[in-house]
């Protein structure tokens, strides 16, 4: 019979998992069996400077919470090794230095996650990985709405000095 301190630990491992599926603003599920030591070292160190937490999970602990937070249709890519990153405030991060990751690291393989509470797989996950990051989207939009205002300021110059010519 299994010790009941162990069951307790456990159980609040699930729980703790439970909480970050539903919170995560995205969770990235990877397989990384095949990377050394230093190669794990490397992507938890950049994971852990945007944010974004990366552990090692057994596959039945995460099938237990993701029956906890309804999302058992990620069960499907448990199998294996898996570790999972979860990305509490950015959607595009952890998907993006997971992609870039895998392309100098061909042992680490993206598997699927969940996207504001949205199973999604490897295709979905590589989508978001290639959109700018959110700094990037922000000075995207930034200078969306600083074109209207810098054209009225320039056609108000052209004026001004098509008059001062003519004067």
Known sequence: MANARIIQEKQQIVDEITTKLRESAATVITDYRGLNVAQVTELRRKLREAGIEFRVL?????????????LTELDSVLTGPTA??????????????????????????????????????????????????REGLLSMLLSVLQAPIRNFALAVKAVADKKEAEA
């Open 58 to 70: 057994k596959n039945t602990l995460i099938r237990r919470a993701t029956a906890n937070a309804e």
């Open 84 to 133: 999972v990153a979860f990305g509490k405030d950015d959607v595009v991060a952890p998907a993006k230095i997971l992609s870039e990751f895998a392309k100098q690291n061909e042992a680490l393989k993206i598997k699927g996650g969940v996207v504001e509470g949205r199973v999604v797989g490897f295709d979905e996950i590589k989508a978001l990985a290639d959109l700018p990051s």
